[in-house]
């Protein structure tokens, strides 16, 4: 597949690197022979890709995001691909400053601000908000079948009648926005005291920006104060923070159950560490 990809691109890299830590899509670090890399994407499917190719349209001159230098809508055997350029930094980690933490926290804002086209027809990126609830609902069922087949019966009853106790303590949701609903550390590019970008948009949508605050959370301002304190105030310099104390606790808990269900999907002993730990954050907020 790559070969044939990197013949639609005329592209010649003097060496090709498959990246193992990307879950959505398949990918190469691709050297070129002055030393930079680029990156080639293909998506796992038609509509991945399209909206990742929308969500680069729609992106790129507002937030900070890898230039998209060719793409290609694929055949029959191939969703398409795409030939960016690198971030040249690392994954977000807790070890940083409050500089950095602020920082995101314009990004993440910015990116909010992003409405809907007033032509919904111009993008593959569905529109979410209308029937956000039931959004929600939908996809937490849907992962229920599988993790139904994976947890004891007491866990998996006490999840279902948690799912309705804090979907009723939700306030309004707020939007619509951009959301990337996979808004974590490793798809945040960090450079020192810059933040350089985010990537990957496979999974964006325009809804309610109370879900994008999950995985940040759990995976980097869970972890330290100031931090957490550094990254509102960076964000409430382009628009206001809702009250986070009162939307995490319901995603929170439906990110642990979805992704339980996301592990038996994609292979519970290939992922079974990513399993452990949702099963314990699942478990934590059940008792």
């Known amino acids: 597949m790559i070969k044939r990809v990197l013949e639609k691109f005329a592209f010649h890299p003097a060496a090709i690197n498959k990246v193992e830590d990307s879950f959505s899509s398949t990918v190469y670090k691709c050297a070129l022979h002055t030393g ?16 990742e190719l929308d969500a680069y349209k729609l992106l790129t001159g507002k937030v900070p995001v890898p230039q998209m230098l060719d793409y ?3 055949d029959s055997e191939c969703p398409g691909a795409f030939l960016l350029t690198e971030l040249k930094g690392k994954p977000l980690t807790t070890d940083v400053s409050s500089e950095v933490a602020f920082r995101v926290g314009i990004l993440h804002a910015r990116m909010h601000a992003i409405c809907p086209p007033v032509d919904q027809e111009t993008t593959r990126i569905e529109n ?16 229920a079948e599988d993790v139904k087949e994976i947890v004891e019966d007491e866990l998996y009853a006490k999840s279902m009648k948690k799912f309705i106790e804090l979907k009723q303590q939700l306030p309004a949701p707020d939007g619509p926005s951009f959301i990337h609903m996979d808004f974590r550390p490793g798809n945040i590019i960090v450079d020192g005291e810059k933040v350089l970008g985010m990537i990957d948009f496979e999974s964006v949508r325009f809804g ?15 972890f330290d104060a100031d931090l957490y304190h550094a990254y509102q105030a960076g964000y409430r310099t382009i628009k206001p923070l809702l009250d986070l104390e009162k939307v995490l606790p319901f995603y929170q808990f439906l990110d642990a159950f979805n992704s339980i269900g996301w592990c038996k999907r ?20 059940l008792n």
């Open 72 to 74: 290609w809508s694929g």
């Open 266 to 285: 994609r292979g519970v002993e290939k992922n079974a560490a990513f399993l452990k730990e949702n099963l314990a954050i699942l478990k934590r907020i």
């Open 208 to 222: 309610s920006i109370d879900i994008d605050f999950t995985k940040l959370y759990r995976d980097f301002l869970s």
């Open 128 to 143: 979410e908000f209308p029937n956000w609830l039931s959004f929600i609902e939908s996809k937490f069922l849907d992962f």
């Open 36 to 51: 930079e890399n680029v990156y080639v994407k293909i998506p796992y499917t038609k509509l991945k890709y399209q909206r």
